[in-house]
Structures are given as structure tokens and as C-alpha cells.
């Protein structure tokens, strides 16, 4: 989270507990939420599937961060790469 707030790292993949106080203090923008409903204490910020992005609901509760000042054109790109990934079909081999 450190990292992401000092703009050393763009984007962060973490455990909302751990994040929401600098998601708060408007240190770091929140993308997405990975849990079947919206966050209580984030309650503007949509889930992975209002997105669009099916099947990635955790059992801890997560979402994706960017430092505050991303740009939108910056965070659409990050959504629609993730939304790539993510709908990507996982590997069967061992």
C-alpha cells in the first residue's frame, strides 16, 4: 500500500481492512471492490461485477487501488486490462 501511496507502484491488489484508511484520507482511488456487494464504508465504489468482470468474488474482502491523482483515461485502461485478465480461461494443466 506504501508503495502504491508513493507512487512507486501504480496500482495495488489488496485486502480492503489494510487500505480503506488511506482510500478514506484520499491517498489512494479505489476501482473495484471483488465481494458480491459494494463495500459499506465504500459504498460509491462499484463491485468487480457491476463492472463487468464475472466470478472474482473473495473470501476476504479486496479491491484494486491507484494513488489519487490516476487519471481517468489511466484508470480506464487499468480496468480494461484487468477485465482482459481476468476473462482469461484458467490453465487445466499440471
Not at 13 to 40: D, H, K
Amino acid at each position: 500500500m506504501q508503495a502504491t501511496i508513493g507512487g512507486h507502484t501504480p496500482i495495488a491488489f489488496t485486502a480492503l481492512p489494510s487500505s480503506l484508511s488511506a482510500i478514506q484520507a484520499g491517498q489512494v482511488r479505489a476501482i473495484g471492490v471483488a465481494a458480491t456487494e459494494r463495500a459499506g464504508q465504500i459504498p460509491d465504489v462499484p463491485t468487480f461485477a457491476e463492472q463487468g468482470i464475472r466470478d472474482q468474488d473473495a473470501e476476504t474482502l479486496t479491491g484494486i487501488v491507484a494513488p489519487a491523482g490516476t487519471p481517468k483515461e489511466i484508470v480506464d485502461l487499468l480496468y480494461r486490462e484487468i477485465a482482459k485478465s481476468v476473462a482469461r480461461p484458467t490453465s487445466t494443466s499440471a
